[in-house]
């Protein structure tokens, strides 16, 4: 794990500095400052420090930070549902190729078939 300190704590959101290092790894940038691709203990601090960092009003990123985390909080509920709903498919097409459950006789009528006995 590496530690920085950061020189102007109050002109920049901790929360908003997480974010932007996030997008940075997601880009591929860290990896243009390692010496060797091996772990993140070969950057060195004066390269850390070549790291652009956009500093808008520190209200401005505190709000962009906020909708990030809800939009993140969205995702993951999202997957949690999309997990849910595969089980649930999973566990009644299983119900149905065991003939556990039956589909109604309607139903299946709709699509010009006949149910088996």
């Known amino acids: 794990m590496t530690i ?8 920049i959101s901790g929360v908003w ?3 932007w290092l ?26 850390l420090d070549s790291i652009p ?3 808008p009003p ?8 906020h909708i ?6 969205k995702i993951r509920a999202e997957e949690s549902r999309r997990q849910a709903l595969e089980a649930l498919f999973k566990s009644l097409l299983h119900d149905l190729m065991t003939a556990r ?9 709709r ?7």
């Open 4 to 11: 920085i300190r950061v020189q102007e704590p109050q002109k």
């Open 17 to 19: 500095l997480a974010f």
């Open 22 to 47: 996030l997008l940075l790894w997601q880009r591929g940038f860290t990896q243009t400052l390692a010496r060797r691709h091996v772990n993140q203990a070969s950057i060195s601090l004066a390269r």
């Open 53 to 55: 960092i956009p500093l």
């Open 58 to 65: 520190l209200d401005e990123q505190r709000e962009i930070a």
């Open 68 to 73: 990030l985390q809800a939009v993140d909080e």
């Open 101 to 109: 459950r039956r589909l109604p006789k309607e139903f299946v009528a």
């Open 111 to 117: 699509f010009g078939g006949e149910p088996a006995p």
